[in-house]
């Protein structure tokens, strides 16, 4: 490593001059970096030169050299490299184009200026944005978005720096410097609805629609998993919903894929709810959809068209969609007196934590309800192939399951008898004993056989094969 007078070639007094003689930049500093590739910066002045000169030894010394030349892409560049070699769902991958897009890019129409108004980034070097937190800071400022929504943004952008980081274009993550200021995120606690609620709500969407809180606050599915639900899904005999696909949009096309994590689960049905699906689906049979498969996975079906029968469609025998969706509750909700909880709180997943509240209100073990509420439970640290539950709160009890399916059966609002629910446990397994905590006193639920819904003609009998 040295430094050159570009001025003048050889040493001596009387050095000839070079063809570069006079040029701003007189002092060159030469080095070699890491993978032994030369490298040259120019300097006016030699003591600029020497202090780089000096910066460079120790920085290739302690493993901390970084290319001065590499920072100079812009960060829209990097982000759209960045960005193709993630290894993200399709729904992921859009959402993140769309969120730099319109976030953190110039707009064509507002040079400088993102879509929604705020700073643009993404003609900046990484370089410059590295040095300059000050840039980010008036980014993060002007962002037109919600704290939670900002603060995802954030958090992309973000993964976009310590990327580039990591292969040495810049030195640090400017983002997690102690002067940046971030929008604190809004904790909103979901208040689940109640039974009159959920009745009032059923009452006042349209008759094709009138299923889909039930269907939610019962069976516990995910919006997706509630449009993508077929008559194959129901068993009326054995009193179960399988819950194993989703409709999902992809590329702005609505497409059937496997529910999340790709793990299917089982639901008890619940008995109030019986009746009412069965005389839904006689005054509205199940219509056929076909959509492509989505599973980039699984070549041998990806993009294969699938016929479903679908419960839930709209008037015009199509594959119900979100935003229409969406449109016919908030009018529902507002129509039926439901008090306004803040953005959000009233959407159709509300129903979700209705299924999860009455889970766990009426004795089924923390764990438990994970396990029939999120795709059979979660695999523990180790052994993979132990599936063992995470424990929240407590440890599941022998004779916990039978426990569990009585409890997931009773409607919420609906009272569960004492004698329904055996808090008895094993002593030979070494639990304790807990007697019952009080005695309903309403009428306990009735059951229906499984031969009256035979002898009811207009009652469905699905089975699963």
């Not at 005054?283 to 959809?289: G, H, K, L, Q, S």
């Not at 795709?375 to 426990?403: H, N, Y």
């Not at 070494?430 to 035979?454: F, I, Q």
Request: with cysteine; proline share 7%.
């Amino acid at each position: 490593m040295s430094i050159y007078d570009r001025w003048y070639r050889g040493e001596g007094r009387n050095k000839p001059r070079s063809s570069e003689y006079g040029c701003a930049k007189r002092w060159q500093v030469r080095w070699r970096d890491h993978a032994g590739v030369q490298r040259k910066l120019s300097f006016a002045l030699k003591a600029a030169a020497e202090q780089f000169e000096a910066r460079v030894k120790t920085q290739l010394a302690d493993g901390t050299y970084v290319d001065p030349s590499a920072g100079q892409v812009s960060f829209r560049a990097y982000a759209e490299d960045w960005r193709a070699t993630r290894m993200h769902d399709p729904a992921t991958a859009e959402r993140v184009e769309q969120m730099l897009r319109n976030h953190a890019y110039a707009s064509k129409d507002t040079p400088g200026k993102t879509s929604g108004g705020g700073p643009a980034i993404g003609d900046y070097p990484l370089r410059v944005l590295a040095k300059r937190t000050s840039l980010l800071q008036a980014w993060i400022k002007g962002l037109n978005l919600g704290p939670n929504s900002a603060r995802l943004v954030i958090g992309y952008v973000s993964q976009v720096f310590t990327a580039a980081a990591e292969e040495d274009l810049i030195v640090r993550n400017p983002l997690s410097a102690k002067s940046i200021q971030k929008p604190e995120a809004v904790k909103t606690e979901a208040v689940p609805w109640t039974a009159a609620e959920v009745e009032a709500v059923a009452g006042e969407l349209p008759e094709r629609l009138e299923v889909a809180p039930y269907i939610r606050s019962t069976f516990g599915t995910r919006q997706g998993e509630a449009f993508g639900l077929a008559k194959t899904d129901i068993d009326f005999l054995r009193k179960n919903v399988r819950i194993a696909v989703q409709v999902k949009v992809v590329g702005g096309q609505q497409m059937y894929a496997p529910v999340k994590n790709k793990k299917p689960r089982d639901v008890p049905m619940v008995e109030p709810v019986i009746p009412r699906l069965s005389e839904y689906l006689r005054r509205f049979p199940p219509v056929p959809v076909t959509l492509p498969w989505h599973e980039p996975g699984n070549p041998k079906l990806h993009g294969q068209p699938v016929t479903r029968e679908l419960i839930l469609t709209r008037s015009d025998c199509r594959v119900m969609h979100a935003e229409a969706f969406n449109r016919q509750w908030r009018k529902a909700w507002k129509a039926a007196g439901v008090p306004e909880r803040g953005p959000r709180l009233n959407g159709f997943h509300v129903t979700r934590h209705t299924f999860a509240s009455a889970c766990q209100g009426r004795g089924v073990a923390s764990d438990a309800t994970f396990r029939r509420r999120r795709e059979a439970g979660a695999v523990r640290d180790g052994d993979p192939g132990t599936a063992r539950l995470r424990s929240r709160q407590q440890s599941e009890p022998a004779g916990q399951g039978g426990r569990n399916r009585t409890a997931l059966l009773q409607m919420p609002g609906c009272c569960v008898h004492s004698g329904c629910i055996r808090r008895k446990h094993d002593a030979a397994k070494g639990t304790k004993n807990r007697s019952d905590e009080g005695r309903c006193h309403h009428r306990p639920v009735v059951a229906l056989t499984h031969s009256a819904w035979l002898v009811n003609r207009s009652l469905p009998v699905c089975r699963t094969d």
